[in-house]
């Protein structure tokens, strides 16, 4: 099961780059690998029916006991299949529904084959956690496809309501999980389900998960997302909003009902939001003339509806249920793939402007009532089926409460509450039809194009599965009642039939029918009375309210607390780690126990670096105070060269010398002194304040280390480093092996801070401004002269620079010691598992190889030696280390796990390798980019403002 959702996220990747190299019948090749696993599925389903379920188990975190578990029972399967085939058929359907010139399409079949990953990880997950993860993941992915086009004020806030309502509801979530489990002592869902806690806590937990469940299926009052959300292309409608995001909810609620129906408050929540729902959704369905809100709305009903009748807790509504959410996922979903088709063919969704496209489209429109009939309820179809066993079941409930306790009062007025619920269904199912393919008079003749046929079959397959479906009771009883037989046994034992004889389910289904019939033939009077009693209060406009209440609050707030004064903001950050953490510092003060140095080279070393620390503070020329500043830094690592710690060392002048010259090429666009106004007396203020945390960090240091009562852990690091890692090298095993996580988070914040500089400063595409020196086009009556043998430049780019910026000697060095350093970077990255080096020494050591290119012969220069967008080398960085992390798995082994690789180089020796150095070469992927991002963020494009401002400077004076 790993195998396949990796598979469908693989694909995520792939599908990019297969739509912009074949246009949008790419698609189709995608859709191929959901295939597959659509037939996998299938095929385990015998076994999976019988009562053996597939179980695959993966250690993740073994030391908190997290696994990647996946189970497929009935349940599993059922919506494996859903997600699945309904994912191939709108695959194939966008390969009609969007065209060629239309942007953003490649970038949307990534998120929609990401989307359909997740869901299917979210669906076979056999542990709580991890099923939060992909729970979430569908939350991410469903924002990006509502927000498909940025350009659309409608698309953006609708994803934003969106993300923000179901990241909500799946915070609160998390804390349910997090309580569940812990109760019972595991996450496995298999093993909670089997043996259920009890308890407070386990209620308050699983209301907690109730709550993440209702907002993410859009019950009350979280519904007002779902019809915002249509601001989405249809294939996102059809796909999300109707056989997968939003069953998500309705999932949970079926996978937990079996442990927990008869936890306190479960179906009083469920039952009362689910007719609350159903009915609201219905009313407002019936307000509609656009039809993809009247699905919308429609579909808001048969979540209250799908919640309600999977949320009684009996194995009669836990049958009918699973076949209502089969029955939900087939016609929902043809329905909106059927206005997909009548919006791109007409260039409308208004049921107003629609007339005649029954004659028109007679293939669409037949497939499009049965899906109607099916979802209004209507023999054979399996609609009918599911809703006839609904109806079987609540009945059961009422007359003898099957276990529920509900008999009497509370069973009929759910009952009321449903046959009300399923008259709105009938009547704005009949809206649907009549409005899409009846014909009528309308103010403007419509403009038809007949789609193709390719563009039509998703939704007649899906219309046909809904018909043979409801033909195919007994197979279906079979399927389905495998998971329903974990409930206890019902007052009878319910099937799925198209008849179930003459009886009062029989007869509301026709008074449903009937009345639902009614209320559409009478829809011009429900219109007035609609319009008469409609209001202006809603759940959304309250959302929206609170929006710009904290929008509001956090304004006034940020304008209280955030002055504009980075001093002051240093300042308070600093007393409070003086005055909080500082004061403890008095009780320990008595143990003290100070060795003043190991060598006196350490103490003249400490003189200097407190020297150049007060000449820092003192000084009021920003370069003297960078130059001192690195004079502490280069101190540092003669510090860490004398107590023996070279790889240390060797980094910290690294890091110290990029520093400087960074701080150098910044302070270009800066005035030559920190202020010209006279010195006041804050100054004082200031240097109390840095007096005092030198002190308060000195302490630390000192009673940190008196405290000291076992020995230190790193005695045994050395031995450690070597049975462990495979290396010699203490500090790069700890980075790259056994902290590797810790690594990999840190240079994932290093890529994401990046890329918000780059936004910052970057008004184009980052890669957009690189450029060579033959792409510098020569001014008019120019003419090149080709270089005569001998007289090649030493270096390209310096040939942009003016004679008086040049200096030969200074080319030459560069030339020769680059392509040195270069290799000194390559055999720092290869060492550093057993000396000094590693990744990021080696990545600095480029860097600073960029650097000298930069400063010899200028930007043109740095694009000719690294003519390469840093952005696409941090990606590849983080990619490397993340594929470096997970690569083990595909051997047996765990994530970040090494193995160690001895290598043997002919008459050079042995090389000795270790895997991680491949999670090290996305560490120095992502540290060259950095450094090129600020080379030309703070080199290249400083260079260019000045050059642009003498120009016209110059052009001013003349």
Same mark, same amino acid.
């Given at each position: 099961?790993l195998?396949?959702i /990796?598979a469908v996220?693989?694909?995520a990747?792939?599908s990019?780059?297969v739509?912009?190299?074949?246009g949008?019948?790419?698609?189709?090749?995608?859709a191929l690998v959901?295939?597959?696993?659509?037939?996998w599925v299938a095929?385990?389903g015998?076994d999976?029916?019988d009562?053996?379920?597939l179980?695959?188990?993966?250690?993740w %975190? @073994?030391?908190?006991?997290?696994?990647l578990?996946f189970a497929?029972?009935?349940l599993q399967? %059922?919506?494996?299949?859903i997600?699945?085939?309904?994912?191939v058929?709108v695959?194939?359907?966008c390969?009609?529904?969007f +065209?060629d010139?239309e942007?953003?399409?490649?970038?949307?079949a990534?998120?929609?084959?990401?989307?359909?990953?997740?869901?299917l990880?979210l669906?076979?997950?056999?542990?709580l956690?991890?099923l939060?993860?992909?729970?979430e993941?569908?939350?991410?992915?469903s924002?990006?496809l509502?927000?498909h086009?940025?350009?659309r004020?409608?698309?953006?806030r609708a994803?934003?309501?969106a993300?923000?309502?179901t990241t909500?509801?799946?915070l609160?979530?998390?804390?349910?999980?997090?309580?569940?489990?812990?109760?019972?002592g595991?996450?496995r869902?298999?093993?909670?389900l089997a043996d259920p806690?009890?308890?407070t806590a386990?209620t308050v937990? %699983?209301h907690?998960?109730?709550?993440?469940?209702l907002?993410k299926?859009a019950?009350l009052p979280?519904h007002f997302?779902?019809p915002?959300?249509?601001a989405a292309p249809?294939p996102?409608?059809a796909?999300l909003?109707a056989a997968s995001?939003?069953?998500a909810?309705v999932?949970l609620?079926a996978?937990l009902? @079996?442990a927990f129906?008869?936890?306190?408050?479960?179906?009083a929540?469920?039952l009362?939001?689910?007719v609350?729902?159903?009915?609201?959704?219905?009313?407002?369905?019936l307000?509609q003339?656009?039809?993809?809100?009247?699905?919308?709305?429609?579909?808001?009903?048969?979540?209250?509806?799908?919640?309600l009748v999977?949320?009684v807790?009996?194995r009669?509504?836990m049958?009918a249920?699973?076949?209502l959410l089969?029955a939900?996922a087939?016609?929902?979903?043809t329905?909106?793939?059927?206005?997909?088709v009548?919006?791109?063919?007409?260039?409308?969704?208004d049921l107003r402007?629609l007339t005649?496209?029954g004659?028109?489209?007679p293939?669409?429109?037949v497939a499009?009532t049965?899906?109607?009939?099916?979802?209004?309820?209507?023999?054979?179809l399996?609609?009918?089926?599911?809703k006839?066993s609904v109806l079987v079941?609540?009945?059961?409930v /009422?007359r003898?409460?099957d276990?529920?306790?509900l008999?009497?009062?509370?069973g009929?007025?759910?009952v009321?509450?449903v046959v009300?619920?399923?008259?709105?269904t009938?009547?704005y199912?009949?809206?649907?039809?009549w409005?899409?393919?009846?014909?009528r008079?309308?103010?403007e003749?419509?403009s038809?194009?007949?789609?193709?046929?390719?563009?039509v079959a998703?939704?007649?397959?899906l219309?046909?599965?809904?018909?043979?479906?409801g033909?195919?009771?007994?197979?279906l009883?079979r399927?389905?009642?495998?998971?329903?037989d974990?409930?206890?046994?019902?007052?009878?034992?319910?099937e799925l039939t $198209?008849?179930h004889g003459v009886?009062?389910?029989?007869?509301l289904?026709?008074?449903?029918l009937?009345?639902?019939a009614?209320?559409?033939?009478?829809?011009?009077?429900?219109?007035r009375l609609?319009?008469r009693?409609?209001?202006?209060?809603?759940?959304?406009?309250?959302?929206?309210?609170?929006?710009r209440?904290?929008?509001r609050?956090a304004?006034?707030?940020?304008?209280?607390v955030q002055r504009g004064?980075a001093?002051?903001?240093?300042?308070v950050?600093?007393l409070?780690?003086?005055?909080?953490?500082? /004061?403890?510092?008095l009780?320990?003060?008595h143990?003290?126990?100070?060795?003043?140095?190991?060598?006196?080279?350490?103490?003249v070393?400490g003189v200097?670096i407190?020297?150049?620390?007060?000449m820092t503070a003192r000084?009021?020329?920003r370069?003297?105070a960078?130059?001192?500043?690195? %004079?502490?830094?280069y101190?540092?690592?003669?510090?860490f060269?004398?107590?023996?710690a070279?790889?240390?060392?060797l980094?910290?002048?690294?890091?110290?010398?990029?520093?400087?010259?960074v701080?150098v090429?910044?302070l270009?666009?800066?005035p030559?002194?920190?202020?010209d106004?006279?010195l006041?007396?804050?100054?004082y203020?200031?240097?109390?304040?840095? $007096?005092?945390?030198g002190?308060?960090t000195a302490?630390f240091?000192l009673?940190a280390?008196?405290?000291?009562t076992?020995d230190?852990v790193?005695?045994?690091?050395?031995?450690?480093a070597?049975d462990?890692?495979?290396?010699g090298?203490?500090?790069n095993?700890?980075?790259v092996?056994?902290?590797?996580?810790?690594?990999l988070?840190?240079i994932?914040v290093?890529v994401?801070a990046a890329?918000?500089v /780059?936004?910052?400063?970057f008004v184009?595409?980052?890669?957009a401004?690189i450029?060579?020196?033959h792409?510098?086009?020569?001014p008019?009556?120019v003419?090149?002269?080709?270089?005569?043998?001998?007289r090649?430049?030493w270096?390209?780019?310096s040939?942009?620079? +003016?004679?008086?910026k040049r200096?030969?000697?200074?080319?030459?060095?560069?030339?020769l010691?680059?392509h040195t350093?270069v290799?000194?970077s390559?055999? =720092?990255l290869l060492?550093?598992?057993n000396?000094?080096?590693?990744?990021?020494?080696?990545g600095?050591t480029?860097?600073?190889?960029?650097v000298?290119?930069?400063?010899?012969g200028?930007?043109?220069?740095?694009?000719?030696?690294?003519?390469?967008d840093?952005g696409?080398l941090i990606?590849?960085g983080l990619?490397?280390a993340?594929?470096?992390? $997970?690569?083990?798995?595909?051997?047996g082994?765990?994530?970040l796990q +090494?193995a160690?690789?001895d290598?043997?180089?002919?008459?050079?020796g042995?090389?000795h390798l270790?895997?991680?150095?491949?999670?090290?070469?996305g560490?120095?992927?992502v540290v060259?980019? =950095?450094v090129?991002?600020?080379?030309?963020?703070l080199?290249?494009?400083i260079?260019r403002?000045?050059?642009?401002?003498?120009r016209r400077a110059?052009?001013?004076?003349?």
């Amino acid at each position: 099961m790993l195998v396949l959702i /990796a598979a469908v996220l693989a694909a995520a990747v792939l599908s990019p780059w297969v739509l912009l190299r074949v246009g949008r019948r790419g698609f189709l090749p995608v859709a191929l690998v959901p295939l597959a696993g659509t037939a996998w599925v299938a095929a385990q389903g015998p076994d999976v029916v019988d009562g053996d379920p597939l179980v695959e188990v993966h250690r993740w %975190v @073994p030391s908190i006991d997290m696994e990647l578990a996946f189970a497929m029972g009935p349940l599993q399967w %059922v919506m494996a299949l859903i997600v699945l085939g309904i994912g191939v058929l709108v695959l194939g359907y966008c390969a009609w529904y969007f +065209s060629d010139d239309e942007a953003g399409v490649p970038r949307f079949a990534g998120v929609l084959v990401a989307f359909m990953g997740s869901m299917l990880g979210l669906v076979l997950a056999d542990d709580l956690l991890v099923l939060y993860v992909f729970w979430e993941l569908t939350t991410v992915f469903s924002f990006l496809l509502i927000g498909h086009d940025p350009g659309r004020r409608a698309s953006r806030r609708a994803a934003v309501q969106a993300l923000v309502v179901t990241t909500l509801g799946g915070l609160v979530l998390l804390v349910g999980v997090l309580v569940v489990g812990d109760q019972a002592g595991t996450y496995r869902i298999s093993e909670i389900l089997a043996d259920p806690p009890t308890g407070t806590a386990v209620t308050v937990g %699983v209301h907690l998960m109730l709550v993440g469940a209702l907002s993410k299926s859009a019950l009350l009052p979280f519904h007002f997302w779902l019809p915002s959300a249509m601001a989405a292309p249809t294939p996102v409608s059809a796909y999300l909003h109707a056989a997968s995001m939003v069953k998500a909810g309705v999932y949970l609620v079926a996978l937990l009902a @079996p442990a927990f129906a008869g936890v306190p408050g479960w179906r009083a929540v469920l039952l009362t939001l689910g007719v609350a729902t159903m009915v609201l959704g219905g009313v407002r369905a019936l307000r509609q003339h656009d039809l993809k809100l009247l699905l919308a709305y429609g579909t808001v009903s048969q979540l209250g509806f799908l919640v309600l009748v999977l949320g009684v807790g009996t194995r009669s509504a836990m049958l009918a249920g699973l076949a209502l959410l089969v029955a939900h996922a087939l016609f929902k979903a043809t329905l909106f793939l059927t206005v997909g088709v009548i919006d791109h063919s007409t260039g409308t969704r208004d049921l107003r402007r629609l007339t005649g496209l029954g004659r028109r489209m007679p293939v669409l429109a037949v497939a499009a009532t049965l899906a109607a009939a099916s979802m209004a309820g209507l023999p054979p179809l399996l609609g009918y089926v599911a809703k006839e066993s609904v109806l079987v079941a609540l009945l059961d409930v /009422a007359r003898e409460g099957d276990g529920t306790g509900l008999a009497g009062l509370g069973g009929w007025l759910l009952v009321a509450g449903v046959v009300l619920g399923s008259v709105l269904t009938a009547a704005y199912s009949a809206r649907f039809v009549w409005g899409a393919f009846a014909g009528r008079d309308v103010a403007e003749p419509l403009s038809v194009h007949r789609p193709a046929p390719a563009f039509v079959a998703a939704p007649v397959v899906l219309a046909a599965l809904s018909m043979v479906l409801g033909l195919t009771g007994g197979p279906l009883t079979r399927v389905l009642g495998a998971h329903a037989d974990t409930l206890p046994p019902g007052v009878h034992h319910a099937e799925l039939t $198209l008849w179930h004889g003459v009886g009062l389910p029989l007869l509301l289904t026709a008074t449903t029918l009937g009345v639902g019939a009614l209320l559409f033939l009478l829809r011009e009077p429900v219109s007035r009375l609609q319009t008469r009693l409609a209001h202006d209060w809603s759940l959304e406009r309250s959302y929206r309210a609170g929006m710009r209440l904290l929008d509001r609050v956090a304004v006034e707030v940020t304008g209280v607390v955030q002055r504009g004064s980075a001093a002051a903001y240093l300042g308070v950050i600093l007393l409070v780690v003086v005055l909080l953490p500082g /004061a403890t510092l008095l009780d320990g003060r008595h143990d003290l126990r100070v060795q003043a140095w190991d060598t006196p080279v350490q103490a003249v070393v400490g003189v200097v670096i407190a020297i150049a620390a007060v000449m820092t503070a003192r000084s009021r020329r920003r370069i003297r105070a960078v130059l001192l500043v690195g %004079v502490t830094g280069y101190g540092t690592a003669l510090l860490f060269v004398v107590h023996g710690a070279p790889d240390l060392a060797l980094t910290q002048v690294l890091v110290e010398t990029l520093t400087v010259v960074v701080f150098v090429l910044a302070l270009r666009r800066l005035p030559e002194y920190f202020t010209d106004r006279p010195l006041s007396r804050q100054r004082y203020v200031r240097a109390a304040i840095g $007096l005092a945390v030198g002190v308060v960090t000195a302490g630390f240091l000192l009673v940190a280390g008196a405290a000291r009562t076992a020995d230190p852990v790193s005695l045994a690091l050395p031995k450690e480093a070597l049975d462990y890692g495979g290396g010699g090298n203490i500090v790069n095993v700890i980075l790259v092996d056994t902290r590797a996580w810790d690594t990999l988070g840190e240079i994932a914040v290093l890529v994401a801070a990046a890329t918000g500089v /780059a936004s910052l400063v970057f008004v184009h595409a980052r890669g957009a401004d690189i450029r060579r020196v033959h792409d510098i086009p020569y001014p008019a009556g120019v003419q090149k002269i080709a270089t005569r043998p001998g007289r090649r430049a030493w270096l390209p780019g310096s040939r942009t620079l +003016s004679p008086d910026k040049r200096s030969i000697i200074f080319e030459v060095i560069v030339r020769l010691v680059f392509h040195t350093l270069v290799v000194i970077s390559i055999y =720092l990255l290869l060492a550093g598992h057993n000396a000094p080096g590693g990744g990021f020494a080696a990545g600095m050591t480029t860097g600073l190889a960029l650097v000298v290119r930069y400063l010899a012969g200028g930007r043109y220069e740095l694009d000719e030696a690294a003519p390469v967008d840093a952005g696409r080398l941090i990606g590849s960085g983080l990619a490397i280390a993340a594929l470096a992390a $997970l690569l083990p798995m595909a051997f047996g082994g765990e994530v970040l796990q +090494s193995a160690v690789v001895d290598v043997p180089l002919l008459f050079l020796g042995e090389l000795h390798l270790v895997t991680s150095v491949l999670f090290d070469v996305g560490v120095y992927l992502v540290v060259v980019g =950095l450094v090129l991002d600020l080379l030309r963020a703070l080199g290249s494009h400083i260079d260019r403002d000045i050059q642009r401002a003498r120009r016209r400077a110059e052009a001013q004076a003349t």
